[in-house]
């Protein structure tokens, strides 16, 4: 019982971790950009949430076979499934990422996403699309190193993942005219305002543009 309980107890905390970070993330939109920005947030959550969910299960599904084969002592078996799991889980994300930012504008509105959150929605769930992949590689790392046994590294990466998210959220906006407007039209409101770093990514880019910030992403990043 015990030792069922010392390695369970990292898996909650990080689930905690993940909904805690997740309400900072809504605090932030809300109080902090606008509640128009969190309507939109909020309108592209379920896209996200189901394609998340569906990777996630991928990736614990196959830890499973990893466990069994590390249960048995059969090492080059564990290899190879953690081989699999690689290569099949992006394969997966590449299909189903790919597919979904293809169709986005016509998904968007099959959901009836209202137009005047249209634009700031669609610039967010392409950003955390494109992020999908980085998630998808901790889930990866994290069931093998949980089908091994190990529960408490995955939960360290996961709580350095939280603050850092928590903090970058402050500096740094990804999108277009629209979510950059929202932004500073939100900032405006406070006595002392942030500084804030923009990444172009939307489907219309002038703002920054006119700044002199790069279109290529790791150049806007790296500036």
Not at 82 to 104: D, E, H, K, Y
Not at 110 to 123: L, N, S
Not at 128 to 146: E, K, P, S
Not at 190 to 201: A, C, Q, V
Request: aromatic share 10%; with cysteine; charged share 10%.
């Amino acid at each position: 019982m015990a030792l069922i309980l010392t390695f369970a107890f990292p898996i909650f905390a990080g689930r905690l971790f993940q909904m805690i970070y997740s309400l900072v993330d809504t605090k932030i939109v809300g109080s902090v950009i606008g509640s128009s920005a969190l309507a939109a947030v909020g309108s592209v959550s379920i896209l996200y949430n189901l394609i998340n969910g569906f990777l996630s299960g991928l990736t614990l599904g196959f830890s499973v076979v990893c466990a069994q084969s590390c249960g048995r002592g059969d090492l080059e078996r564990v290899r190879k499934n953690v081989a699999g799991t690689v290569v099949l889980g992006f394969l997966s994300a590449f299909l189903i990422v790919g597919v979904t930012v293809v169709l986005l504008k016509p998904i968007l509105g099959w959901m009836q996403v209202p137009p005047e959150q249209f634009e700031m929605a669609y610039d967010y769930i392409l950003v955390l699309l494109c992020g999908m992949f980085a998630t998808l590689a901790y889930n990866i790392c994290a069931d093998v190193l949980r089908a091994i046994g190990d529960s408490v590294t995955p939960l360290f990466f996961l709580i350095i993942a939280s603050v850092l998210n928590v903090i970058l959220d402050y500096f740094f906006v990804s999108g277009g005219d629209g979510t950059i407007n929202e932004v500073v039209n939100g900032f405006g409101e406070n006595e002392n305002p942030p500084i804030l770093g923009i990444i172009p990514s939307g489907t219309v880019n002038d703002v920054a543009h006119s700044l002199g910030i790069s279109k290529n992403l790791k150049k806007a990043v790296r500036n």
